[in-house]
């Protein structure tokens, strides 16, 4: 199959289903299918799904009713459309996708994106497919690389996944059971990723799994090297200038990781590091394996490693058996580390997981109230963060054009988008920019002096 056919792909949820999304697309163009942003046109459309919440669910579900009536307006005028359903719904829920919406062709799990063109070619011979069964062979191993074009039309920043799955058995959550058991990438392998990345124009590298600072693939030297040793080795990559990585469990910061932050200047000073709360009660039926204490404790090691890190977090309310004060104590971690951003959701009961059977569930009023409270002091202490940035002089990447003529946006080292009026010819590089004005959303600032290209 090589004629030019067209796919949509729709991605749900967090960083790494964009990625696995990117790698889809990868992995379809050498069967001929060319991305489109628009589901109208394609001849294949790939919901990428997220099941960490009952709402991303629902979402996944309401989506497909569209997806119905596209299929069925190109049906009436003799096109064929297919849709598949990916990701973590897809690996939950398996065959119950298509008897809901038997309007689904296939349906195919986290682990098994790569089979997608041999799929795609099986269910266009007829009946829905599902392929969920973790496979033998290690999807990374097949799947095709980017082209050079693909990766410039992603932006300067790319992710690459390190790490899959999850050993830790949160009480709340889905990961462990749709991701499967912690396997971490080999080295050699992620370094030829970030090299072809790093060719083709790529300047920060954000490194991604579940439970990325778990990190233990095998090294060049057969032994397990742990995320620092990782992050010192993609430093040297030629043209990386910047690197980040998430998801990380405050258990896994270990003492050679905070002083990575020390000792690697291209590790940006932003970390994001979920608390989900501030009271040891909850975390302990949370099953999170760290104490308030804990927490608090490695944000003191990772300032006293780079005096300029500033943090961000996630945070559930409404856990079974949340009390008042066990929220209060998550308002007060909050001021106490004074986040700079977090994601705060209410707790939802995901079938399967041993927080959905606990009895003591809290009504969906008092989940609501507390909410609202707790994005108030998110809000409060971001917007205290971003004003402190006024007056400073931050390293921007700039990454695009603005929304003004003669305006580009970069993002700062803390991942706030930063608009300054500058030559185009400066994407792609990094500039000192000088904060002239905070808004809620946004910093606006002029170039301090002329850019330099690090890595150039
Ligand atoms: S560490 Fe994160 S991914 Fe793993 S079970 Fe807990 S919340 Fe889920």
């Not at 697309?25 to 919440?53: K, M, Q, S, W, Y």
């Not at 062979?137 to 082209?147: A, I, N, T």
């Amino acid at each position: 199959m090589t004629s030019a056919r067209k796919v949509h792909i729709k991605s749900f949820g967090c960083q790494m289903n964009v990625y696995d999304s990117h790698r889809m697309a990868d992995t379809l163009a050498p069967e001929g299918f060319r991305e489109t942003p628009r589901a109208e046109d394609a001849d294949l459309i790939v919901l990428n799904t997220c099941h960490i919440r009952e709402k991303a669910e629902e979402k996944v579900f309401s989506e497909l009713g569209r997806m119905r009536t596209l299929k069925e307006a190109a049906a009436s005028v003799g096109r064929r459309v297919m849709i598949a359903v990916a990701g973590c719904v897809a690996q939950a829920h398996g065959r119950e996708i298509v008897r809901r919406a038997p309007t689904v062709d296939l349906v195919v799990g986290s682990q098994n994106y790569h089979r997608l063109p041999a799929l795609i070619a099986r269910a266009e011979r007829g009946g829905a497919l599902v392929d969920t069964e973790f496979p033998i062979e290690d999807k990374f191993g097949v799947l095709r690389p980017p082209s050079r074009a693909a990766i410039r039309a992603r932006g300067v920043s790319a992710f690459v996944t390190v790490q899959e799955g999850c050993d830790k058995f949160c009480t709340f959550c889905v990961v462990p059971y749709t991701r499967g058991a912690e396997a971490s990438r080999p080295v050699v392998k992620i370094i030829e990723e970030t090299e072809r990345l790093a060719q083709a124009g790529v300047r920060e590298i954000t490194l991604i799994g579940q439970n990325v600072n778990a990190y233990h693939g095998q090294g060049p030297d057969g032994r397990a090297w742990p995320l620092a040793r990782l992050l010192a080795r993609i430093g040297e990559v030629r043209g990386i200038a910047r690197m980040r990585y998430t998801t990380s469990h405050p258990r896994d910061m270990k003492t050679g990781l905070i002083a990575a932050h020390r000792d690697l200047p291209g590790l940006m000073p932003y970390l994001h590091v979920p608390a989900q709360s501030g009271s040891d009660h909850v975390l302990s039926r949370m099953k999170r394996r760290h104490t308030r204490a804990d927490y608090l404790d490695t944000i003191t090691h990772l300032r006293a490693a780079r005096p300029d890190m500033a943090f961000s977090s996630d945070f559930i309310v409404g856990f079974p058996g949340e009390s008042e004060r066990d929220f209060e104590n998550t308002l007060s971690l909050i001021d106490e580390v004074g986040f700079a951003g977090a994601f705060s959701f209410k707790y939802s009961a995901r079938p399967g997981t041993p927080a959905a059977e606990m009895p003591d569930q809290i009504g969906e009023d008092a989940k609501s109230e507390r909410l609202y409270r707790l994005q108030a002091a998110i809000d409060r202490n971001s917007a205290a963060f971003n004003a402190r940035c006024l007056g400073r002089t931050l390293e921007v990447l700039f990454e695009k054009p603005g929304r003004h003529p003669g305006q580009i946006v970069g993002r700062s080292p803390y991942l706030q988008a930063v608009q300054v009026m500058a030559p185009q010819s400066l994407i792609g590089k990094i500039a000192a920019v000088t904060i002239t004005e905070v808004s809620s959303n946004s910093l606006f600032g002029s170039l301090a002096r002329a850019a330099e290209a690090a890595g150039d």
